[in-house]
């Protein structure tokens, strides 16, 4: 299984980025799927996760700014990014929680970050 992210770059403060994530393989269903980012610096946290069902988890920091999506049959999973902030600037994660494939079940998988930089 892979997860191939696109979608980061520059922006002002005020802006909107949306990133997009797609996984590919053998893969039978996906349980959650979700952004993290990481500072530098700082840890990596989870911005946003979104179930198989379309309940979905906001951190405090990006509720009613970010929105995240999903469509089931492709295996993808976007972050819009709106009315970004300096502090926003990281390398964005998303990951696939409870991969179910031909061979194998409950794994996790990540792709690679993408960078999202916003300039005040």
């Known amino acids: 299984v892979q997860l191939q992210a696109s979608g980061g770059g520059s922006v002002q403060a005020g802006g909107s980025l949306r990133l997009s994530c797609a996984a590919s393989?053998?893969?039978?269903?996906?349980?959650?799927m979700g952004w993290y980012r990481q500072a530098p610096e700082k840890q990596r946290e989870l911005v946003a996760s979104?179930?198989?069902?379309?309940?979905?988890y906001y951190d405090d920091s990006v509720k009613g700014r970010f929105t995240i999506s999903r469509d089931n049959a492709k295996n993808t999973v976007i972050l819009q990014m709106n009315s970004l902030k300096a502090e926003d600037t990281a390398v964005y994660y998303c990951?696939?929680?409870?991969?179910?494939?031909?061979?194998?079940?409950?794994?996790?998988?990540w792709g690679k970050g993408t960078l999202v930089t916003v300039s005040s």
């Open positions: 979104i179930t198989g069902g379309g309940n979905t």
């Open positions: 393989g053998s893969i039978i269903s996906i349980n959650d």
């Open positions: 990951a696939a929680h409870g991969v179910r494939t031909s061979s194998n079940y409950g794994m996790n998988y």
